[in-house]
C-alpha cells in the first residue's frame, strides 16, 4: 500500500482552483468581486479568445500596498475576515482568499496596483504557483489584474472548455449578473479589442432596463417591501412574458448572485397559479437580510447559501411575490407598501407620454349583471357539505341578481376595463375605457374568475377528510418517516392521516375528499417532500390547486357562447375585483389595451 504523503503547494492550489475556476467565467466572477469589494466604482474588462487567452480587469478601487501583493496571490490570505465572528456576518462578496491563488495556480498572472498613499504603482507576477518580486510599475490607480492562457499548464481541464464564443457568452453573462447587483459601479467590456458593453453608472431600475432590455421591464411588476429584518425589491415578470429556460432569473441575496433551492421553489409556487407548468418566469430579485441571518461559505464558489431561517425568508418571498402577482385588473402597481396606493402598471400595448404612470381609475359602483347558470353550478358543486351554505359571492342566484343597463354612461371616471361594446366571434369581449379600447378573452377571463372564487370558498373551512377503506401501505425512506411524525397534526389539518406501521413502512389511512382520485403513494411522496422544503403552509396548494384549475377551466363560459351586454359588463367588473385577473390559470393573458394613440397610428390620424 502506497506511503501517506504531503501533496506538493502546487498541486494542493491546482485541486483548489477546480472548485472556484471551473471556465473563465469563474476567474472573471471572482476578479470583479475584488474588486468590487475595494470600493470600485468604474471597472473595465478586456478579453481574447472568450477570456480562454486573455482576462484583464481594471478598476479603479483602493488597490494593494506594496508589501502585500504577495499576499495577495497566496492562498488562505485575506483583508476581509480575521475571526470565526466575521465569518458568521461577512458582508464582502470575497473572503476565502483562495480566489487569486487558485487562478495563479491555472493561468499566468500579473497584478498591478496602486495604493492612494503610493507615488506609484507595483506590480507582480505568478507562475505555475511561484510567485515574483513586487517591481515598480505606472499606473494612475486602482488595480490591474491580467490572467493569461487559462489551464496552460493543465491540459486536461483545458480540454474541457468550450469554443471561444460560448466561453465569451458565460463571461457575459457574469458581468452581467455583476452588474445587475451594483448599479452604483460602471461597466465596459471589451472582446477582442471591441467594446461589446458599457453600463453607466445608474439606479437598479434603469440597470434592469439596461441589461434585461425594455421588454422585460415593460412586462414586469416591481416589487419593493420588508418585513422586520427582510427586505425583497425586483421586477417579477408577467406570465406573458415567461421563457422557455431560466435564462431571466437573477437572485440576489445581499447582492451575491445565488442559486438556492429554499428560495427557488419559494419563487415556483408564488407563480404556480399564474404559470404553465412548461414555461419559466423570468425576474429580478433582491432580498437583503442582515449578514448574521445567511451562511454564505456554504461552497468555494459561493454560489450556494444557508439562510438561519429559511422557514420565515421562504414564506416571506412566497407572499411577498405572490401579492405582487396577484393584483386585480387595472389597479395592480409596482412597488410600495400595504399602506401606499399602489400606482397602476402600464397597461398592455399602452405607451405614456413623457414617462409618466397614467393615474388609476377609480371604480364605480355598478350592479352585477346575471351570469350563465354554469357559472354557479360549479360553485355549488365545490360545496360538498350540505351545511356548507351559499359562498359570500352568491348574490341570490342567476335570478336574484339586478341588471346593469345595457349602455351604461362612459367617462373619464369609468372602470379600468371599461363598458362592454360588443362581442366578437364568440371568443372575445370589445369594451371601451377612457385610455380606448379593452380586448378580452371572455373564457380565459372567467376561468380565472371561477377558480379564484373556488379557491376563496374552499379555503373558508378546513378540508374535508376522506378515510380510506384500505389503507395504502408504501416504504419510506428515514427522511419521510421523521416527517410524517413531526408534521402529524400540520398532515391531519390537510385531510391526511399518515401513520408509521413499520421502521421502514407508513400508512396512508385518509386523504383529502377533492383528493380521493389521486394516486396515493405519490400524492403522499410529494405532500411530504413539500413539507420537507417549505414547511405545512402551502403544501396542499399544488395538488389541490391543479384540481380547482381543472374544474373552473371546465365550468368557465364557452367559445362562441352569446352574451348580452350585461353579462359582460357583469365579467370585466368581476375581472376587476379578482387577483390575478390579468392571466388565466395556464398562464396565457385574458386582456389587453388599445389606446387611443395606438389607433391613431394604425389609421395614420394626424400625418
Known sequence: MPAIRLLPDLLVSQIAAGEVVERPASALKELIENSLDAGARDIRVDLEEGGIKLIRVVDDGAGILPDDLPLALTRHATSKIA????????????????????????????????????????????????????????????TVVEARDLFFNTPARRKFLKTAATEYGHCDDTLRRLALAHPECAFTLSHNGRVARHLPVSDWQARALEVLGEDFAEAARTLDEAAGPLRLYGLAG???????????????????????????????????DVLHHERHPAFVLFLELPPEGVDVNVH????????????????????????????????????????????????????VEGGQTPSPWRQQSMALASEPASYYGM??????????GSPPFFKGGPGGISTAPDTPERSAESPPLGYALAQLSGLYIL???????????????????LYERLKNALDSRQVASQPLLIPVV???????????????????????????VSPTHLAVRALPALLTDAEVETLAREVLKDIR??????????????????MACHGAVRAHRRLTLPEMNAL????????????????????????????????????
Not at 379 to 388: K, L
Not at 487 to 493: P, Q, T, W, Y
Request: aromatic content about 6%; some cysteine; hydrophobic content about 40%.
Open 379 to 388: 360553485v355549488a358543486e365545490a360545496m360538498s357539505r350540505p351545511d356548507a
Open 300 to 351: 468555494p464558489a459561493k454560489t450556494e447559501v444557508r439562510f438561519r431561517d429559511g422557514r420565515g425568508v421562504h414564506q416571506f418571498v412566497f407572499h411577498v411575490l405572490e401579492r405582487g402577482l396577484g393584483g386585480k385588473s387595472g389597479e395592480v402597481g409596482h412597488g410600495g407598501s400595504d399602506e401606499s396606493p399602489p400606482a397602476p402598471p402600464l397597461q398592455r400595448g399602452e405607451r
Open 431 to 449: 369594451a371601451e375605457n377612457a385610455r380606448g379600447l379593452v380586448v378580452v378573452d371572455m373564457h380565459a377571463a372567467h376561468e380565472r374568475i
Open 474 to 500: 408504501f416504504q419510506a425512506s428515514s427522511l419521510e418517516m421523521a416527517t410524517a411524525e413531526e408534521a402529524r397534526e400540520g398532515l391531519a389539518d390537510m385531510g391526511f392521516e399518515l401513520s408509521a
Open 533 to 550: 422544503e417549505s414547511g405545512i403552509t402551502g403544501a396542499m396548494t399544488a395538488r389541490r390547486n391543479e384540481l380547482l384549475a381543472s
Open 238 to 272: 408577467l406570465p406573458a412574458y415567461s421563457r422557455a429556460g431560466r435564462d431571466a432569473q437573477y437572485l440576489f441575496v445581499n447582492g451575491r448572485f445565488v442559486r438556492d433551492k429554499l428560495l427557488a421553489h419559494a419563487i415556483r409556487e408564488a407563480y404556480r
Open 83 to 142: 475571526s470565526l465572528e466575521d465569518l458568521e456576518r461577512v458582508a464582502s462578496l470575497g473572503f476565502r482568499g483562495e480566489a487569486l491563488a487558485s487562478i495563479a495556480s491555472v493561468a499566468r498572472v500579473v497584478v498591478t496596483s496602486r495604493a492612494p498613499e503610493q507615488p506609484h504603482a507595483w506590480k507582480i507576477g505568478a507562475l505555475d504557483g511561484r510567485l515574483g518580486k513586487p517591481e515598480p510599475a505606472a499606473l494612475g490607480r486602482g
Open 572 to 607: 370585466l367588473r368581476d375581472m376587476e375585483a379578482t387577483e390575478r385577473a390579468d392571466q388565466c390559470n395556464h398562464g396565457r393573458p385574458t386582456w389587453f389595451q388599445l389606446g387611443l394613440a395606438d389607433l391613431d397610428r394604425m389609421f395614420m390620424r394626424g400625418k
